[in-house]
């Protein structure tokens, strides 16, 4: 995700990638560039700063294997083998997050830059350090010196885009893993507090109760004094700017996990899968590596800009991951002073805010440039009003020590029992994320893990006033009082970023959840069976059985369609709802969808396409679609209902013959909707986009199932799984794992495209962990060794 949102600027080098000649703008000229600067594999290499010789095994699959002798060494050398496979993407990632975009990309990336940097943390560094665990600035310090050892390495052999755009990576600094980009990019609430007042302010309380209603219900409103029409999507530019050219989506990452115990497992123990979706990119945003030290065995996915492992296992515990909800933002309305901008309103008096003077180094400008961040006692100030005199300040988790999105899996890790998971789970702060879990000892069980605030007043899904300090924060919950559970009666836990709220649960997380119908499909497979293998795991997680679209039929049933209609109607009620790629009605159901959502919530919302998207509901479309009422349709809510259906099928009937052709029977959902994996540089051209960007594979599913493959209005996949894993603990070598494209970052290396293939058939991968098995997997071994030794 963060790989994606700068594609857009470097169409700025496109007269300088140009200015050579014909021959090397070819696509075979430029892969060839790009393979002779691949990284060095086998062999060995001799490195300042390592104490003692480290093995790296690297698979058929390209996933390093990391035999080190220290803790310093591990981490060292993944920062070392992260930068061979992904140099380019590291550094814009750490342009990223630091706010150093615009020295590469100009000026159309200074607001990018300034919301970065309002976004990183600015409180004591030893409470941040300790907040991962105690060693995590040593774990830091080493994994960024492999980083710059490896650009040292390489010198002027540097990977193909840096050639073409003509620029060096950055050197790291153990801070780079602590910036903040990609947990604001996680927590969505504070944007749908924007869009939930500007939708007030258009329609009215009881219709914006009516089209964005809350879970559970709740009669929100705003708070008294607050000026609505202050409220506009100017607040969040900053943020739509950093994270260009990405979609605004009401939740920016789904995903599914469950975990089952030993009595529905057959093999004896426990079985647990999990498949986070995020944006669907070239590089994958994941990285999976095996790490291996005293103290250290563990082995999955996480960021490649990151050490450690976000997800997978260690030798005794496994854990999975997905999105909880948790409300972890507020948007405070501060008010400023008639005459002075940078002092605010607490309470009757005025005081200053914090000011904090820095520079942009800005391609094509020959001086930095200054900027000036302000932050009020509620944090960073995102928007500033100066004509209504209002300030915008963002509260958010990620200001708190500890605040690194994904850094908290240093503890995790390192668990090898219950309790150690859960007291490693105090780390665990950004994003929020429902963790399920299993242990060789045969316990399961689930947290919906994150720093979870407690309001003084308020519910958080609106702006409120910062003066008076009402609405302020009082704390965060620990996490025995967070949502989890052990050991259930019905012997397995799942979650997709569903409801999780326990009956009878006290404390307030969350309003506001993705709709159920993914978990609903899995609830179904896992009560469907007595006995469970990761076959059957993996059918889980490629399940495309669409609940809405069931939903769906039952509506068409009871409307009577024109009689030029009903054979395409009857495609759709003998259809069994799964997204198949050869599905003929699945195409109809899509576009019909499509149709719908725009037919029923268009002439309601804001015309603002952010803000239109982000509130659209497509579990409220169903509920009124099956029960119509005079709230919704008026007076005749039935015959409403049936003009709605009749007048968007027959659209989608239209639409689906301009895209696929008159006959029905050579319609194909495969053929509609797919996966282009596009490189960055491929907006420089199509000689480039030839060279480095892959072919695009045939998709099935849609947002709604298990395998979760959400596309854009042109239904090309945008989000998804690009990694998932399933794993046996009975033998954690029966562990399986897909990702997407590839390990390599690099075009040209035969790790660059090799996992798409899989991926695409819905085929697994081993995710080879003990010694034995992956001396039988290993296709490159390289030795890193201390220099001069």
Same mark, same amino acid.
């Given at each position: 995700?963060?790989? &994606? ?7 700025? *080098? ?10 090397? +703008?070819? %696509? ?19 490195? %300042? ?27 060292? !050398?993944?920062?070392?083998?992260? !930068? ?7 550094? /814009? ?12 990309? $100009? ?7 300034? *919301? ?38 390489? $010198? ?5 885009? *840096?050639?073409? /755009? ?41 219709? @914006? ?57 057959? =093999? $004896? ?35 490649? !800009? ?36 940078? +002092? ?35 944090? %960073? ?29 240093? &503890?995790? &890790? ?93 404390? +307030? ?34 399940? =495309? ?5 069931? &939903? ?5 049933? @009871? ?51 952010? #803000? ?22 008026? !007076? ?12 968007? *099928? ?42 480095? =960007? ?75 962990? =003990?010694?034995?098995?992956? #001396? ?14």
């Amino acid at each position: 995700m963060k790989f &994606a949102a700068y594609s857009f600027g470097l169409s700025v *080098f496109l007269i300088m990638a140009t200015s050579s000649t014909a021959a090397d +703008q070819s %696509p075979d000229a430029l892969l060839a560039r790009a393979k002779a600067v691949l990284a060095q594999l086998d062999g060995e290499i001799r490195l %300042p700063g390592l104490h003692e010789p480290v093995e790296i095994l690297r698979d058929e699959w390209g996933i390093a294997h990391i035999y080190a002798q220290s803790q310093h060494d591990l981490f060292y !050398a993944q920062g070392f083998v992260a !930068a061979q496979d992904r140099l380019f993407q590291l550094d /814009l990632w750490r342009r990223i997050g630091r706010g150093e975009t615009a020295e590469i990309f $100009g000026d159309e990336a200074i607001e990018a830059d300034r *919301f970065a940097r309002l976004m990183l943390y600015r409180g004591d560094m030893q409470a941040e350090w300790r907040s991962y665990s105690p060693d995590a600035q040593e774990i830091a310090t080493a994994f960024a010196g492999g980083i710059n050892a490896c650009i040292d390495h390489v $010198g002027d052999k540097l990977p193909i885009e *840096f050639q073409i /755009l003509g620029y060096r990576p950055q050197r790291w600094q153990p801070e780079d893993v602590l910036t903040r980009m990609s947990g604001i990019i996680m927590t969505a609430n504070w944007q749908r507090e924007i869009a939930r007042a500007r939708l007030i302010a258009r329609v009215g309380i009881e219709q @914006a109760r009516l089209i964005a209603p809350t879970d559970p219900p709740r009669e929100f409103a705003p708070a008294e004094g607050l000026d609505l029409a202050a409220i506009t999507p100017d607040i969040y530019q900053g943020y739509v700017a950093a994270t260009r050219v990405l979609k605004f989506q009401p939740s920016p990452s789904e995903s599914n996990n469950w975990v089952i115990d030993a009595s529905l497992s057959a =093999s $004896g123990k426990p079985l647990l899968a999990s498949d986070p979706h995020r944006a669907i990119t070239l590089p994958s945003l994941r990285y999976l590596v095996h790490l291996h030290a005293p103290g250290w065995n563990v082995i999955g996915a996480g960021e490649p !800009a990151l050490p450690g492992v976000a997800l997978g296992h260690n030798l005794r515990i496994a854990w999975g991951m997905t999105i909880v909800g948790t409300d972890q933002a507020d948007t405070f309305v501060e008010q400023t002073h008639p005459d002075d901008p940078r +002092q605010y309103k607490v309470g009757d008096r005025w005081e200053p805010m914090q000011v904090v003077q820095e520079t942009i180094r800005v391609r094509g400008r020959q001086s930095p440039l200054p900027i000036e961040l302000r932050y009020t006692r509620h944090g %960073p100030v995102i928007y500033q009003d100066e004509k209504r005199r209002l300030a915008f300040a963002l509260k958010w988790a990620g200001s708190e020590p500890g605040g690194a999105a994904y850094l908290g899996s240093l &503890a995790v &890790a390192r668990a090898t029992n219950r309790v150690e998971f859960l007291r490693s789970l105090a780390a665990w702060k950004v994003p929020c994320l429902n963790m399920v879990y299993a242990d060789v000892g045969g316990e399961i069980g689930w947290v919906a893990a994150a720093l979870t605030p407690v309001r003084k007043a308020g519910d958080g899904l609106l702006p409120v006033p910062g003066a008076a300090g009402d609405y302020d924060w009082q704390g965060y919950l620990k996490v025995q009082d967070l949502p989890q559970s052990f050991n259930p009666p019905s012997h397995w836990l799942a979650t997709a970023n569903h409801n999780i709220l326990p009956p009878g649960y006290p404390h +307030q997380i969350a309003f506001e959840w993705s709709a159920p119908y993914r978990f609903q499909r899995i609830q179904e497979r896992l009560t469907a069976a007595k006995k469970f293998t990761l076959d059957g795991f993996q059918s889980i997680q490629y399940d =495309s059985t669409s609940l809405p679209a069931r &939903a769906l039929r039952e509506v068409l049933k @009871a409307v009577q369609l024109p009689t030029e209609l009903a054979p395409f109607g009857k495609l759709l009620l003998e259809w069994d709802g799964t997204l198949a790629l050869d599905s003929q009605a699945g195409s109809l159901y899509a576009v019909w969808l499509q149709e719908l959502m725009a037919g029923f919530f268009d002439e309601r919302l804001p015309k603002d396409p952010v #803000e239109r998207a982000d509130l659209r509901n497509v579990t409220v479309l169903l509920d009124h679609l099956s029960q119509p009422t005079e709230a919704w349709f008026g !007076a005749n809510p039935t015959e409403a209902r049936d003009e709605l259906v009749r007048t968007t *099928f027959a659209t989608a009937v239209a639409r689906t013959k301009k895209l696929q052709g008159d006959d029905p029977q050579r319609w194909r959902w495969g053929n509609l909707h797919q996966a282009k994996l596009e490189h960055p540089l491929a907006s420089l051209g199509p000689s480039y986009d030839k060279a480095f =960007s892959l072919d695009p594979v045939e998709r099935s599913g849609d947002g709604y199932t298990p395998n979760n493959t959400r596309h854009d209005d042109t239904f090309r996949q945008m989000h998804g799984a690009s990694y998932r894993h399933v794993l046996d603990l009975a033998d954690w070598d029966r562990g399986l794992a897909t990702s997407t494209p590839g390990q390599s970052g690099q075009p040209g290396s035969p790790h660059y495209g090799d996992l798409l293939p899989l991926w695409a058939r819905g085929k697994y991968f081993p995710l080879a962990y =003990s010694r034995q098995k992956v #001396e039988q997997v290993t296709r490159h071994r390289l030795w890193l060794r201390p220099q001069g030794k």
